[in-house]
């Protein structure tokens, strides 16, 4: 009865391929975020979704696009993968998109050759 | 600007030594502070909450408005202690984005 669950946990990839990554949370709350943690541990918002709603995007280029087919998934999509795209990406979610805590997922380490 | 900083990028403690994670932030309305910590390839927990203002695992954190500071403090520190610290702050009105700062890594040796 994982609350943030992320699929795949590791994903190996070529440049310039396109790839999917899951997120799927059962604790009912309406809001959902993509984090890149990088290389040197930063995290960084990318993007935030409230009710299958797109409420932030942080400047990430046009090659990220986030899906939310309803309010308990939220899925990201990479096109055209660079070296640089190479991160642990953390998937989160909140009741409510005005503060609180954050329930995030196991996330996924993305390595592209 | 909406800053978060911590300064120590790495604290190494022997065990019974009291820790002190430092974290300042910048942020013209009034702050929602936290504290998360992620052990060794695991997600990330919520460690602490400014507004609960309550001892978790022996760590207690206070918010000082004056010196806009959230240090996270415990006064004797344990092996499973070590783990990666992040203070972040949470934007009202901006999508409830975290705010995160650079992360402090807390290795508390035997």
């Known amino acids: 009865d994982t609350a943030v669950s992320q699929t795949p946990k590791y994903l190996v990839t070529q440049m310039g391929n396109d790839k999917s990554i899951k997120c799927e949370q059962n604790?009912?709350?309406?809001?959902m975020y993509w984090y890149k943690q990088d290389s040197k541990k930063f995290l960084k918002i990318m993007f935030s979704?409230?009710?299958?709603?797109?409420?932030i995007n942080e400047t990430v280029p046009n090659r990220f696009s986030p899906k939310s087919p309803d309010k308990a998934h939220l899925n990201l999509h990479i096109n055209s993968l660079e070296l640089g795209d190479s991160a642990v990406y953390f998937c989160?979610?909140?009741?409510?998109?005005?503060?609180?805590?954050?329930?995030f997922g196991p996330g996924t380490r993305l390595t592209v050759t | 600007a909406q800053r978060v900083t911590q300064p120590e990028k790495l604290l190494s403690v022997f065990k019974g030594a009291p820790v002190e994670l430092k974290c300042n932030y910048s942020?013209?309305?009034?702050?929602?502070l936290f504290w998360y910590v992620q052990y060794s390839r695991q997600r990330l927990q919520l460690l602490l909450r400014?507004?609960s203002r309550e001892s978790i695992k022996g760590f207690t954190a206070d918010l000082n408005k004056g010196e806009t500071s959230f240090h996270l403090k415990k006064p004797f520190a344990q092996e499973e202690d070590s783990a990666m610290y992040y203070c972040?702050?949470?934007?009202?009105?901006?999508?409830?984005?975290?705010?995160f700062g650079q992360g402090t890594e807390l290795s508390v040796k035997p």
């Open positions: 989160a979610s909140s009741q409510g998109y005005r503060g609180g805590e954050q329930y």
């Open positions: 604790l009912g709350h309406d809001t």
């Open positions: 979704y409230n009710n299958k709603e797109l409420i």
């Open positions: 942020y013209s309305g009034s702050p929602e």
């Open positions: 400014h507004i």
């Open positions: 972040a702050l949470s934007v009202y009105n901006q999508g409830g984005k975290l705010i």
